[in-house]
């Protein structure tokens, strides 16, 4: 074969591997775009830009949401700049594929229908990180959405890897979705969106929701579930069983990663792992009701009460055991008052050592149902007997309850101009220049004593030290014990209270009856308690004030306080 032959034939398999490189490319390209716009042909999209459209998409929201009660839930707006616009698209979808995007930067504020669904705590509302889109509902258009539901949570208790909606779409319904940050980043609230937006949007709120109810069936399989609902429809009648700890509860996943990435080096060195004996509620080994009963002079049930109690009246001569099991004692004198009406019988029950929420019997918190910011900020007459507001709950009861009361504070601070404070707008805080003093003095005594320090950060501390002492020329172990015991934290002489203000708008107007029973009702719809104690009243203190003014035992300065 001549030379000429050779390269003919070289340059014509140097062209057909250039083509087939380029098809490759061409293909692969063609193909990944097509996975990332795959959708569900189900797929029944309305874009709502009136009340009247959102009323009857409400309404379809409502009807095709009753078997999973749940809806798809997720929000997009503009940023400009590094600057949030109010919330632009908020989106909603159900199981059979109806989706309702709702064009609020069009509608500029959002129909009351709309609101009470948002509101409604028996429809959750799921997503990935879905508290954010709630967080700014609310600061944009004053709508305190619940139920919400990271479906996150149910991920990581099904055994999959809790990811983004993205990795959860693919993994679990081989779905992938468009997630380039151009659409995400694109003008939402542009005069006419792109069928490409549209599609994205929709395609968030339902595989949302269709993750959750997959999520939801695995574990209705699983043998942890009941048997006697397993490989029904059932478990759907049943999901706040499965569901409630998990509602509005945030998913925080960098946390969660570190102390899993800690949990694993630990085990892999061999190292004991050690518990940690900081805690922000303390949680009660011992009973808190110990049902003691105590008397009048006459043998009339007054009210339970604790060992304690019970025990003190006795030996300061007050009263006289009038039985050893249960302990009961009888008063020497007579009590201001009897249990008059249902408020007064609350205090003679019996009341039992369990979470008030789901049951459990052991581990609890007290539950203050008023938070102390606000009740401490109450008259005498309405702290008295105030054992009515403290109910006992599991620690995983009592977390998600506290998670639950944060939107009611939001409101408030809202309604009444009392923002919730800043650090730097907080009761007291720290002077930088006092704070980087007393560091370098501590460390120069630590460094002395130790003879640890370098000469050139020994002198760099001391100058911090002089810079502030001017009328000292050297550094002496009584001026560095001076500096190390300098006064750091500083009263904010603007610092207001955001429970007093709160509680002062209420006393002015609504009276403060109103704001004690808007937290009570609050506790009832968050959490559901189901156990508990008899005769417990939103209206209690209602009641038991009632009784007092008709026996002629509140003044009239109490009156007009309580609005009554």
């Known amino acids: ?40 042909d189900n797929l029944n999209i309305n874009l709502i830009t009136s009340e009247e459209d959102s009323e009857d998409a409400v309404n379809e929201l409502r009807r095709r949401s009753a078997r999973y009660h749940a809806i798809g839930f997720d929000c997009e707006w503009v940023s400009d700049q590094g600057k949030k616009h109010p919330v632009a698209l908020l989106q909603l979808s159900t199981n059979d594929g109806y989706c309702a995007l709702f064009r609020l930067s069009h509608l500029k504020s959002i129909p009351n229908c709309l609101k009470d669904l948002l509101e409604d705590g028996d429809i959750y509302k799921v997503g990935v990180s879905p508290g954010n889109d709630v967080k700014y509902l609310a600061k944009d258009y004053s709508v305190y959405t619940k139920s919400t539901l990271d479906i996150r949570h149910l991920a990581e208790l099904c055994n999959y890897e809790p990811g983004g909606l993205g990795s959860l779409s693919k993994a679990l319904l081989g779905i992938e979705l468009d997630k380039s940050w151009r659409i995400r980043c694109s003008d939402w609230e542009a005069e006419e969106l792109t069928e490409r937006q549209i599609t994205y949007a929709a395609l968030d709120a339902h595989v949302a929701l269709k993750i959750f109810v997959k999520l939801v069936n695995d574990y209705n399989k699983t043998p942890q579930f009941s048997p006697s609902r397993r490989n ?39 190292t004991k792992e050690v518990v940690s004996k900081r805690y922000t509620h303390a949680t009660r ?17 007054l009210s339970t009460c604790d060992d304690k109690k019970a025990k003190w009246y006795v030996e300061n001569e007050l009263a006289d055991t009038v039985c050893a099991e249960p302990l009961t004692v009888r008063l020497r004198f007579e009590p201001a008052g009897r249990s008059v009406g249902a408020a007064g019988r609350y205090y003679q029950l019996s009341k039992e050592n369990r979470c008030v929420v789901c049951g459990a019997g052991h581990s609890f918190i007290r539950k203050n149902v008023v938070p102390r910011e606000y009740r401490k900020h109450f008259p005498e007459v309405m702290k008295e007997h105030s054992s009515h507001d403290v109910l006992l709950l599991c620690a995983a009861c009592h977390q998600r309850s506290n998670a639950r009361d944060q939107p009611v504070r939001e409101r408030l601070a809202a309604r009444c101009g009392a923002p919730l404070a ?42 911090v030290v002089l810079q502030h002492y001017l009328q000292h020329d050297e550094i002496t172990t009584e001026l560095l014990e001076e500096a190390a015991n300098i006064q750091v934290a ?62 002629g035992r509140l003044s009239e300065d109490d009156l007009k306080l309580l609005a009554m």
């Open 1 to 40: 074969m001549n030379t000429s032959s050779t390269l003919n034939i070289a340059l014509t398999s140097a062209i057909a591997l250039g083509f087939a490189g380029i098809t490759y490319v061409v293909l692969r390209k063609s193909l990944k775009q097509k996975a990332s716009h795959v959708a569900p």
């Open 490 to 551: 500083f009263e904010n002489d603007d610092y207001e209270s955001h429970g007093s203000k709160v509680v002062e708008h209420y006393r002015r107007h609504d009276g403060l009856l109103r704001l004690e029973q808007e937290w009570r009702e609050h506790f009832l719809e968050s959490m559901r308690p189901q156990h508990l104690p008899a005769l417990w009243s939103v209206t209690h203190t209602a009641e038991r004030l009632q009784v007092r003014q008709n026996e």
């Open 285 to 301: 080994s011992k009973p808190l009701y110990h049902n003691c009963l105590l008397t009048a002079p006459d043998g009339e049930l």
């Open 422 to 463: 800043p650090l730097a707008h907080a009761r007291t805080s720290e002077d930088a220049a006092c704070r980087n003093i007393r560091s370098a003095a501590r460390a120069l005594l630590h460094g002395s004593r130790k003879h640890v320090l370098p000469e050139a950060r020994r002198r760099k501390l001391e100058s």
């Open 232 to 270: 029904s429809t059932e478990h759907w009648n049943n999901i706040s069983q499965f569901c409630s700890k998990y509602l509005d509860i945030g998913y925080k996943t960098k946390n969660k990663a570190k102390n899993d990435k800690e949990c694993k080096e630990k085990k892999s060195k061999g």
